[in-house]
């Protein structure tokens, strides 16, 4: 089946630097691409939506200057927290689309842990 | 937005047991899918089910989306189906909170 990968799948950073995490289409092209943010315990929260080539379009609540989206191709997106603090510690999980059919596929995740 | 709602919100199973997972929303939907999320945090897709019923080995799904709920039966459960049971309805894939199941040797 397809396959999407997260990278780093844990990372560690200190308070008021940024992380990348990036998400990989690895055997198809994705035309749109889902971040999500999980706190323990509790359901996924759609952050944003990005589409190949366009600006991502945010969910109501989420900062668009902290939390940079970059879907530069189609097997490409990343994520940039901006100025961590340790209140972005959390799970965050991409998923992605083809554009045909229903599927969607998601990566391993990655745990953010601002210290 | 679609507003979503798992019950039960824990689930406790004896190994060999059956149960059932419910997932009701608030609008008409043309995607809903069930995902087993693993102790690890790996989503995993078990159905896109936006009406009818599907069977995947001792899992199975029913959707009536005239009464707007969707059915996630597990049979004969094992201890590897232990974890969260989250229903997703939408193109974006609005979750519910899920249900955590536990099941015991």
């Known amino acids: 089946g397809a396959v999407v990968s997260q990278h780093p799948s844990r990372v560690i950073c200190k308070s008021g630097t940024s992380v990348k995490i990036e998400c990989r289409s690895l055997d198809f092209q994705a035309t749109t691409m889902f971040w999500y943010r999980q706190f323990p315990k509790q359901s996924l929260m759609l952050m944003a939506t990005?589409?190949?080539?366009?600006?991502?379009?945010?969910e109501q609540g989420v900062e668009k200057d902290k939390f940079l989206i970059n879907h530069a191709s189609l097997t490409l997106s990343t994520l940039t927290v901006t100025s961590a603090h340790p209140e972005d510690s959390s799970f965050y999980i991409c998923?992605?689309?083809?554009?045909?059919?229903?599927?969607?596929?998601f990566g391993e995740g990655s745990w953010l842990t601002v210290v | 937005g679609i507003q979503v709602e798992q019950s039960p919100p824990d689930l406790i199973l004896q190994e060999g047991a059956n149960s059932t997972l419910r997932c009701n929303f608030s609008d008409s939907v043309n995607n809903l899918q069930w995902f087993h999320q693993n102790p690890w945090g790996q989503l995993i897709n078990l159905f896109y089910i936006p009406s009818g019923t599907k069977q995947n080995g001792r899992l199975s799904a029913t959707t009536v989306a005239t009464e707007r709920y969707s059915l996630l039966y597990i049979s004969s459960s094992q201890t590897t189906d232990s974890g969260v049971y989250f229903c997703a309805v939408d193109y974006k894939l609005s979750f519910g909170a899920g249900t955590t199941v536990t099941v015991r040797a």
């Open positions: 998923s992605a689309w083809t554009g045909v059919g229903n599927t969607i596929y």
């Open positions: 990005s589409n190949e080539g366009s600006k991502a379009t945010y």
